[in-house]
């Protein structure tokens, strides 16, 4: 397991480090003003507030979010995926609500070729998932075709928070702001997010532990569509995370890992069923 620098601060710090700079690279290729003009050119953002709402009383089961994910800082690689346009295809035949497709480079070997991949094989709403620290990005999700940007609110001050959440919508597309404490949760909510996720993952320690949704969801606004993200190893803990009033949950690694993810994905959904 990775363990945060001493000298440089936690986990999170330096993953954020490293998407700063490889963020650089890519607007020395090509600017904001290029990049807000690719934007504005893009088709229209899908609704994924209306693909994850309600799934706390769908008949059909709990909404999933399933992740393309290669590698993470606490696992190292997870599985050899040689096309994840393949993945995805597997996971929306399955009845995935949203596909999540993992960009940052360094520590989760994602990409936006994985998201361009993803993105020209399903019609469903794709989540860029990365580190957003910067508008840049936002406006780059749009311009790759994405529905939906991940905003982590322990990464982000307030105004920070305030006004990507205002960008994203502004360009169309939602964001699940990720919260790990309650206040967090609290922050999510005086900018009125919509979709708000509890990480079971502590990412300034990358621990996990499952029963942290349940603790925290309470806390939750009641009109946001809540999201359970991280830890799910069987469909006992996606049953778990519905019980405790999710509307999605998020699934990287044992997706990734399973042989047959789509028939994983009918039976996380199934389980789910009160
Ligand atoms: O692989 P898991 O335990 O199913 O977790 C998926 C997802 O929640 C996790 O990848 C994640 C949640 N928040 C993040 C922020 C950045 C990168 C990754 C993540």
Known sequence: MTRPNPVTGTVLDSIIDGVIQDMDARKADTPLARMQ???AEASPARDAHAALLGGRDNPVGVNIIAEVKRSSPSAGPLAQIDSPAELAAQYEAGGAAVISVL???RRFNGSLQDFDAVRARVDIPLLRKD???DEYQIYEARAHDADLVLLIVAALDDAQLR???ALTHELGMNALV???TVEEIERAAAVDSKIVGINVRNLKTLEV???HYGTLADQLPDNVVRVAESGVK???DVAMYASQGADAVLVGEALVKHGEPKQAIVDFRQASRS
Request: aromatic fraction near 10%.
């Open 37 to 39: 003009q690719l934007a």
């Open 178 to 180: 990720e919260t790990h």
């Open 163 to 165: 006004d990507y959440l």
């Open 103 to 105: 960009t940052e480079q």
């Open 234 to 236: 069987a469909a006992s």
């Open 131 to 133: 580190f957003t620290v």
């Open 209 to 211: 532990d499952t029963s």
